[in-house]
């Protein structure tokens, strides 16, 4: 059975807005993690207003295309 660990550091991701916590990994350069994951890392330059997913969310407008 794993057990916790309730006094390990947390931040809140950049990419997602959830909170996620100190991992043995980033043990040395825990002040400059921003990301929960290389997801969230990668999707960091993707435009507003879209999921991770590319697809838009119900608060942005669609593009609209007429022809």
């Known amino acids: 059975m794993a057990h916790r ?3 390990l ?3 809140t991701c ?7 916590s100190w991992r043995r990994k980033w043990a040395l ?3 400059e993690v921003k990301w929960c994951s290389d997801r969230c890392r990668r999707s960091k ?6 999921t991770a997913g590319g697809r838009h ?3 942005a407008p669609a593009a609209v ?3």
């Open 5 to 7: 660990k309730p006094h």
């Open 9 to 11: 550091p947390t931040k």
């Open 14 to 20: 950049e990419g997602c807005g959830r909170p996620f």
């Open 29 to 31: 350069v825990w002040s």
């Open 45 to 50: 330059a993707r435009a507003p207003g879209t």
């Open 57 to 59: 969310s119900p608060s």
């Open 65 to 67: 295309v007429r022809g």
